[in-house]
């Protein structure tokens, strides 16, 4: 485990997939990551890379070749290198291998780095392209945070507010993980003036019964931040998503969390021809170039 910390936060890290796993706010006592329960979701923050979601049958093609990777990529599951490490931030870097070329035919450099700006983390992602052709990739997060921050409240208490109103349409997920064909009102339409509508909101309350369907999964919002707060608490956290078009909002089957997460990609709809050039929201980098994008999330 790995730390970085300032006069505000502490922060822990696994090297692990350079997996986020402890925000702790020093002032407020309070730790805002999911402890990672087994019996729940052994997990707190994985890395999502070189693909977002579940691919179609587990595999894809390129260039004539058929290859297979798991859902949510393979990033999560290597010993990443600390490649810098100061007081208030840490890099780590992840390098391709002969273990990856075989399911991923790019070579590549994934570079993470945290950094501490008073009471707010930065997480940014660095993909470098290595190789002699455009790569394709996908990249995303997948934090979670715990959901009631303190003992004395409940999930029922806690709700997300969107920076901007909103027409919640969720693209549902067939049992494989992958993307249906039509969206779905979140929370269902009405009768206005004898016409059907969606109206718009700021507001997602959140209730167990809310994920028990899986993910809400929404495509190019007109927000660049969530907050998750209550109306009984004074704590709260801002999360800042810009430059990500997909985003996923999730919780293991009545679990006290809320994964907020940041996606450049999404997983294969259930039409897709699966060539990984067709795939939506792939990215597309050019030999040598480099792929940057940041999330934040600021703690009150």
């Not at 393979?74 to 490490?85: K, L, N, Q, S």
């Not at 790569?135 to 997060?141: H, I, L, T």
């Not at 999360?239 to 294969?268: H, R, S, T, V, Y």
Request: aromatic share 16%.
């Amino acid at each position: 485990m790995y730390y970085i910390e300032n006069e505000f936060l502490e922060v822990g890290i696994d090297a692990k997939g350079a997996e986020l796993v402890s925000l702790f706010h020093k002032d407020h006592e309070i730790e805002y990551m999911w402890g990672a329960d087994p019996l729940f979701w052994g997990k707190s923050s994985p890395v999502l890379f070189p693909i977002v979601g579940g691919l179609k049958d587990n595999s894809y093609t390129f260039e004539g070749e058929k290859y297979n990777l798991p859902r949510h990529g393979f990033a999560r599951d290597y010993v990443f290198e600390v490649e810098d490490h100061w007081d208030d931030g840490i890099s780590f870097l992840l390098r391709s291998d002969e273990n990856t070329l075989k399911i991923y035919p790019f070579t590549f450099e994934f570079r993470i780095v945290y950094e501490l700006y008073a009471n707010l983390l930065s997480v940014t992602y660095h993909v470098t392209n290595l190789s002699e052709k455009d790569m394709y990739f996908s990249v995303g997060g997948h934090p979670a945070f715990a959901v009631p921050l303190t003992d004395d409240l409940t999930y029922e208490d806690f709700y997300l507010e969107f920076e901007e109103d909103e027409i919640f349409h969720r693209w549902p997920l067939s049992e494989q993980g992958l993307i249906l064909e039509e969206p779905e009102p979140l929370f269902g339409e009405k009768i206005v003036d004898e016409e059907s509508v969606v109206e718009e909101t700021k507001i997602v309350p959140l209730t167990k019964e809310l994920f028990h369907q899986d993910a809400l999964v929404f495509k190019q919002l007109n927000s660049t931040n969530v907050i998750l707060k209550s109306d009984k608490s004074e704590h709260s956290l801002r999360f800042d998503f810009a430059g990500f078009p997909f985003l996923g909002i999730w919780a293991a089957k009545n679990a006290d969390f809320i994964c907020i997460e940041p996606w450049c990609g999404i997983a294969d709809s259930v039409n897709h021809t699966q060539e990984l050039t067709e795939k939506e929201g792939i990215n597309v980098l050019a030999a040598g170039d480099v792929f940057e994008r940041a999330w934040a999330v600021k703690l009150t």
